[in-house]
Each structure stands twice: as structure tokens, then as C-alpha cells.
């Protein structure tokens, strides 16, 4: 199964493939036809080729969207406190660099008090983050394949029976269904879905050791990362927020399926499959909702521009080299991203290198646990320097306006930043910070604004907005490493650089057993025993990147549609997880999934 933007991207380039194909000049018409209705009906294409994940969202508990609104909400809230200091920081600088200026001093209290309330918003935030990461690092919202419990057919969800039985007939039943320009679109987009599934997950196979089923937190890593990756050469399919408008009917603004759209898509399933061997048809309408949220949500995790520094006249006080100010302190797991032309990522084409350059495998400072102490530790920071906001317009006026420097000041803010909450206020400074509504006087603001002191407001500013673009950025490498976001600007990191090429050929025989603890460990290729019988190869060189599934997926879309147009009968059946093999049919298990060797029936073509 491969994830929503790699969809998007083969669908365009299916379109585009199919449409300079060499197809027979007597189905050229037909062709025309079908792309032209493709064109005029975008959100039923879009539908067919994601209706992967619109069942398997349609039979879901939930639990990951809720945990990805859960996240985007406090997102934008540190999105927006974000924006807010660089606004206060704009005003206090204006206002120290004229003090003379008739409204500078009201243009700094008006700063600081816009400041303090920001304080009273993230309160307790830091909790609440807390929790969130540790809900995220259990991974539970990516739950186990039933194949691999050994469950029976009618306790599978639909997002896995689609992909595991009758998936060529699918196609074929769509096509001969579609009986108007929008569900012939629905087909399209079906036959796109199909073929890109089973060139991507034989890709995923091989970079990941193994299935969906066996490695699924490997594997939604690894497929998010392709998505990622192919939305660079396809930036049309990068947007999430695109992806979600154009799977809305009519610039609906509910997210709802056509009646139409839903029959068609209940007819085709039911055409195709024994309802009496499966669970109930699912509910589309609440899988078609879903897809179109989740994407929307995606679309949230935006990183911010990294904040400017002050003004010249602040740098200069503040530091001794003009043209170098101090930097945010970042990680090697939250570094900025390098510029395209360094990223090693190549050009937006398929030939020349296209894989960022091997520096080493990843190792456990990559995986998401490294991380979770991390995540939403920032507020921590937050919430200190909000709480002492007050000395800005409060306490140390009184000093500052006669020209004096603040003790308060020295005593905890200057020294002690980073241990705000540890320092305890006497009851005399308790009562400077109650008196903070006193008016700040033209006068006394000029006194003021020459100190050093001030000057060193205006760097902690800087230094605060940027400990909360790294926080933002920490946090979005986290949802990243919980496979809930897309690794975007993240290439170039070990955990998923691993995913961009296939390995030696010492490390793809696959597939390889499911780890005893793969939360813990599913950073790194799998060192788990072999599933017999393997396979040394499938039909993919040491080296191969994503950019293969996509010229894969086109031949093959080229040739079922041909096939089709001309009336030939379906033979093939691929798995659509690619599970064991590439091109292997649709299949199940003898016995259990955990005998060695694993015991294999093929499937016949009509057999759910």
C-alpha cells in the first residue's frame, strides 16, 4: 500500500504516459475519450485512485485521525504564538530603536501586554504535548494486518481485502460498470490506483525487508517517505491541501460522496467480491469523509520561515561580528534542511542521480523514542519566558526609567532563562509584577531605552522566537518519525534516506519475520530470521529509487487499459501489498502465517 501523494503523483503521470503511449490508432479515439473525461471529472479520478485509503479509513477505529486533529491543533497554536512574538519583537524593536518618538512608548506597552496574554494561552501546554507524544510513540494507530494474526477473510477490513483479493477484477468490473464520464473517470483512477499499488509495494518490499504485514511501522515510515520524495518530482501532488480540494464534489464545502459516486463504488465491490466470504461493505460515505480530513490535516504542518535577526542597530550591541549573529542551537535531527541544489536529491527528472549520498545507516539516535523527550519540551521554555514577560512593562520601569539598571532583571531573567519556574519571587518582587499595569511615561521610556538591558530584551526576543521555531521543528520531525506526517526537508536524515534506493544485494533477500519489538527498533533493516520461502531479488537492481514505481506502474497502466479496451480476459491477479513477491498472485495461507516454510495457495481468479 503506498501512501496518498505517491497516488497523486501516478496518476499524473499515468495520464500523461498513457496519453503519448503508441496504442493501436483504432483504440486512439477511445482513449481520447477516456482522458478527455478524466480531465472534465478530476475528483471521481482522484476518488478511484485513492479508494485504498478511503476503505481502509472507512473501517478504521479512528484513532489516528484523531491523534493527527489532536496535533494539528496545537500546531497551529505554536504556529500562531510563533507569529505573534516575531510581531511583539517588530513593535519593542521599532519603539528602542526611536524612543524619542512620540508613540513609543505606547507602541512597547501595548507590545508587553500582548506578550502577557499570550502567557496565559499556553499554560499547562506542555502537558498536553507530553501526552500527545507519548499516545504517538506507542504507534498504535498503525494496527497489525490480520493476515499476519491469521485471521479469517470475514475479519478483514475493506482497505485489506481490496488490496489481497480479486484486484485485477476490480479494475476490469469498474470499467465494465462505468457507464457515464464520471464513474469511466472512477475507473481510470481505479486502474491507476491498482498499478501504482503493486509497483509501489514491490519497491516498499525491498527497501523496508519485507511486507505491510510483517514491518507495517517500517513500512509507513518508508512509504512516506516515497511520497515525499516523489512530490519533489511531481510537485503537483506535494500539496496536501490540493490533494483534499480535488477530491471535493463541486467545491462542496462538506466532504461529502456523491449518491452516484457511492452507488457506483458499492456496485463495483459488490460485483466483484462474495459478500458472504467478507465482512459487510463498509460505510463510504465515512471513509470518503475521513480521506478528505486527514489530508486536510496534513496539510497543517507548514515549518515557518526561521525568525530575521534585529536590526542592525541591536546587532551591533549585541554582537561582536555584525555578519554572523548567533544561530538557533540546532540538532542534527532538526538542522534545516540544505537548499534543493545541495540536498542530493538531483533534478526533477528521472535520469542522473536522484538519491541523497549514503553517510551511514541509521542507527537508534534515530528512532522516535530518541525523540520523545523532545517533543513539546519547548513550552517548557515558552512557559518560562511568558511568566516573566511582566518585566518588560512591570518591575523594572521603575529603575529603568531613571536610567538605572534593573536588579530584578540580573536576579532572573539575564542568569536565568532557562530556569525560570525554579526561581522563587519574594513577596516584594510578587507585588513589582501585580503593579505592571502603571503608566510608562514618554520620559521614562527614553531613560530606559539606551540601557544594555534593553538592548538585551531585544536579543532575548530573538533567542525565544527562535528556541520556538526549533520547538516547531522538533515537533514536526517527531510527527515525521511517528509516521502520522511527511518527512518534508527530512531526506537527507538516516531514518529515511535508507528508503531511497534498494540495498546490496546481501541485505534484499526478503521478506524477513516481524521484529519481537518493532517500535523499538524499526529504524534500522530487519535482523529477524527470513520467511521461507524468500526471494533473492524481485526483479529490482541494488540501487533502484522511487522514481522506478512510477515508470513501472505507466507500462503497466498502458497495458491493462489496452487489454481492456480490446476485450481480452483477465489472467493476472496481483497482490496490491506485493506481499512475498513481486507479481505474485493473489493468495492465503494453509496453515498459519508463522509456519516455516510458509505453506502458500494461489488463488484462482474468482476466488475471494
Known amino acids: 500500500m503506498i501512501d496518498a501523494r505517491t497516488h497523486a503523483a501516478a496518476l499524473a503521470?499515468?495520464?500523461?504516459?498513457?496519453?503519448?503511449?503508441?496504442v493501436d490508432p483504432a483504440l486512439r479515439p477511445a482513449l481520447d475519450g477516456l482522458l478527455a473525461e478524466v480531465a472534465d471529472h478530476p475528483a471521481d479520478a482522484a476518488l478511484?485512485?485513492?479508494?485504498d485509503h478511503l476503505l481502509q479509513h472507512a473501517q478504521s477505529d479512528g484513532l489516528e485521525l484523531d491523534l493527527l486533529a489532536e496535533a494539528a491543533a496545537m500546531w497551529t497554536e505554536g504556529l500562531d504564538l510563533y507569529t505573534?512574538?516575531?510581531s511583539v519583537r517588530t513593535d519593542v524593536e521599532a519603539a528602542l530603536a526611536d524612543p524619542a518618538h512620540p508613540d513609543a512608548a505606547a507602541k512597547y506597552c501595548a507590545a508587553t501586554v500582548r506578550l502577557r496574554k499570550l502567557g496565559e494561552r499556553v499554560q499547562g501546554k506542555h502537558l498536553e504535548i507530553e501526552d500527545l507524544g507519548r499516545r504517538l510513540g506507542e504507534m498504535r494507530h498503525v494496527p497489525e494486518h490480520p493476515r499476519q494474526g491469521d485471521l479469517p477473510l470475514g475479519a478483514w477490513?475493506?482497505?485489506?481485502?481490496?488490496?489481497?483479493?480479486?484486484?485485477?477484477?476490480f479494475v476490469r468490473t469498474a470499467f465494465a460498470e462505468a457507464a457515464t464520464p464520471a464513474t469511466r473517470a472512477t475507473a481510470f483512477g481505479v486502474l491507476s490506483g491498482h498499478a501504482a499499488n503493486a509497483a509501489g509495494s514491490a519497491y516498499l518490499g525491498k527497501v523496508v525487508g519485507g511486507p505491510r504485514r510483517s514491518h507495517r511501522f517500517r513500512d509507513r515510515i518508508a512509504r512516506n517517505t516515497v511520497g515525499c520524495y516523489l512530490a519533489q518530482l511531481r510537485p503537483e501532488a506535494g500539496d496536501f491541501g490540493r490533494l483534499a480540494a480535488a477530491l471535493r464534489y463541486d467545491a462542496a464545502p462538506e466532504a461529502r460522496l456523491p449518491d452516484d459516486a457511492a452507488a457506483f463504488l458499492a456496485e463495483v465491490l459488490g460485483k466483484t467480491y462474495d459478500l458472504g466470504a467478507t465482512a459487510p461493505l463498509p460505510d463510504l460515505q465515512l471513509g470518503y469523509a475521513r480521506l478528505v480530513r486527514q489530508l486536510e490535516l496534513l496539510g497543517t504542518f507548514r515549518q515557518p520561515s526561521r525568525p530575521k535577526p534585529p536590526a542592525d542597530v541591536f546587532v551591533r550591541k549585541l554582537w561582536a561580528d555584525p555578519a554572523h549573529p548567533p544561530a538557533p542551537v540546532i540538532t542534527t535531527e532538526t538542522a534545516t534542511p540544505p537548499a534543493v541544489a545541495d540536498s542530493g536529491l538531483g533534478p526533477a527528472t528521472y535520469s542522473g542521480p536522484a538519491v541523497p549520498p549514503y553517510q551511514r545507516p541509521p542507527t537508534a539516535t534515530d528512532s522516535t523514542r530518541d525523540s520523545d523527550n523532545q517533543c513539546g519540551s519547548f513550552w517548557l521554555g515558552v512557559l518560562a519566558f511568558l511568566a516573566f514577560a511582566g518585566v518588560l512593562g512591570g518591575p523594572c520601569w521603575e529603575e529603568w526609567g531613571k536610567g538605572k539598571t534593573c536588579?530584578?532583571?540580573?536576579?532572573?531573567v539575564a542568569d536565568n532563562f532557562q530556569h525560570a519556574f525554579e526561581i522563587s519571587l519574594s513577596p516584594e518582587e510578587q507585588a513589582a509584577l501585580a503593579s505592571q499595569s502603571q503608566p510608562l511615561t514618554s520620559a521614562e521610556f527614553a531613560n530606559g531605552a539606551v540601557l544594555d538591558q534593553l538592548t538585551q530584551l531585544v536579543g532575548l526576543l530573538f533567542d525565544f522566537q527562535s528556541r520556538l521555531w526549533e520547538g516547531l521543528r522538533k515537533a514536526g520531525?517527531?510527527?515525521?518519525?511517528?509516521?502520522v506526517a511527511a518527512p518534508d526537508g527530512r531526506l537527507h536524515y538516516p531514518l529515511y534516506r535508507q528508503f531511497l534506493k534498494v540495498p546490496s544485494s546481501g541485505d534484499n533477500i526478503t521478506p524477513h519475520r516481524p521484529e519481537a519489538d518493532p517500535v523499538a527498533v524499526f529504524y534500522r533493516y530487519p535482523l529477524t530470521p527470513l520467511e521461507e520461502p524468500s526471494d533473492g531479488g524481485g526483479g529490482l537492481p541494488v540501487g533502484t529509487d522511487p522514481g522506478w514505481l512510477l515508470r513501472e506502474s505507466t507500462a503497466a497502466v498502458t497495458a491493462l487499459w489496452t487489454g481492456i479496451a480490446r476485450g481480452a480476459s483477465g489472467e493476472a491477479n496481483p497482490d496490491l501489498d506485493a506481499d512475498r513477491f513481486r507479481r505474485y498472485d493473489c493468495w492465503a495461507a494453509v496453515g498459519s502465517i508463522d509456519d516455516d516454510p510458509v505453506d502458500v495457495r494461489v488463488l484462482g481468479y474468482d476466488e475471494t
Open 477 to 483: 520531525g517527531y510527527l515525521a518519525g511517528c509516521g
Open 13 to 22: 503521470e499515468h495520464r500523461e504516459g498513457l496519453a503519448a503511449a503508441p
Open 84 to 86: 505573534e512574538i516575531g
Open 48 to 51: 478511484g485512485s485513492l479508494l
Open 157 to 169: 477490513g475493506w482497505g485489506d481485502v481490496f488490496l489481497a483479493r480479486r484486484t485485477d477484477a
Open 407 to 412: 536588579t530584578f532583571w540580573k536576579k532572573h
